[in-house]
């Protein structure tokens, strides 16, 4: 699944050429949209649907949400419009939607989806400050739907969560962390300075132990051997319902050999969404905490 979304991802490079704004922002036309049929076809504006105190009339691949996002749930009204890159489109226009908001470059045309509803494409990343990103992102759709006054109490009620959270990781010292995913028996997706949990990171003042290549989205797929060299760091492992596959390798020789391993610095945590924003943020802060917070 990860392989695709990433390939489809890179779209985004040509897609930003193009606008994807097919709505005017601004309070003007926040009353023609019905907050109650608000339809999300990717994963990051679902998250700022939310921060808003909006629950997505319908959301695409909600499966998959459950396996990678993890948190928030959705509840179960929320109805499941088909995959983030092929949505089905017959289904979304009996839907008849009052809104159509995604991840720009990701999915179907805008074009096409000008069809359906009005909408709006959102970005994830600059790919230098994803979480910025992700402010800025909250505040142009709380502009839209007129709920600039829910944007500010969410994004201080982030900076305070925060803020509340950074005595926990005094003790740590100076040791690096390194945050991965397991992709296949062969290959770990590492998370570099440009990820959406760097900003987090820098705040708790604990260093990111990746300083290797990188990809405009903050992560990049590497060969597990290349982990060996990594001595002295803490490394939290993301899991996504892929409890057999992380067994397998926990028995084998090579794994069993790293540095971090033998020391007892390995942890398995519940997933984060890599791509996503403000709560994704959030939610790392706190399985950051869980695993490592008070802890020397």
């Given amino acids: 699944m990860l392989d695709s979304f990433s390939l489809s991802r890179r779209r985004l490079l040509t897609a930003m050429a193009l606008s994807p704004l097919l709505l005017k922002t601004g309070n003007a036309r926040a009353a023609a949209i019905d907050p109650h049929r608000i339809v999300a ?144 028996a062969r290959h770990m997706l590492v998370f570099g300075k440009n990820c959406l949990f760097q900003e987090v990171l820098d705040r708790f003042g604990i260093r990111n132990a990746w300083e290797g290549e990188m990809t405009f989205w903050g992560s990049t797929a590497v060969g597990i051997d290349r982990l060996a060299a990594f001595r002295d760091v803490d490394v939290l492992c993301f899991d996504h319902g892929n409890q057999r596959e992380m067994q397998a390798l926990m028995a084998t020789p090579l794994w069993q050999a790293m540095p971090f391993v033998r020391e007892g610095r390995f942890q398995r945590v519940p997933a984060v969404w890599f791509y996503g924003a403000t709560l994704s943020a959030l939610h790392f802060s706190r399985v950051l905490d869980g695993a490592l917070g008070g802890k020397a």
């Fill in 41 to 184: 076809l990717e994963w990051l504006p679902v998250e700022l649907l939310l921060a808003l105190g909006i629950t997505p009339y319908g959301v695409a691949d909600v499966p998959n949400y459950t396996l990678w996002v993890n948190e928030p749930r959705l509840p179960d009204t929320v109805i499941d419009i088909g995959l983030r890159t092929e949505p089905n489109l017959e289904l979304l226009t009996q839907m008849n939607p009052s809104w159509l908001v995604w991840s720009a470059g990701y999915g179907p045309s805008p074009e096409k989806l000008a069809r359906i509803a009005p909408g709006r494409g959102f970005t994830f990343s600059d790919g230098k400050q994803p979480l910025a990103m992700a402010r800025r992102s909250l505040n142009e759709m709380a502009q839209i739907l007129g709920l600039q006054a829910a944007a500010k109490r969410h994004l201080d009620d982030f900076d305070a969560q925060i803020e509340a959270l950074k005595p926990r990781f005094a003790a740590r010292g100076d040791r690096p962390l390194l945050m991965v995913t397991l992709l296949d």
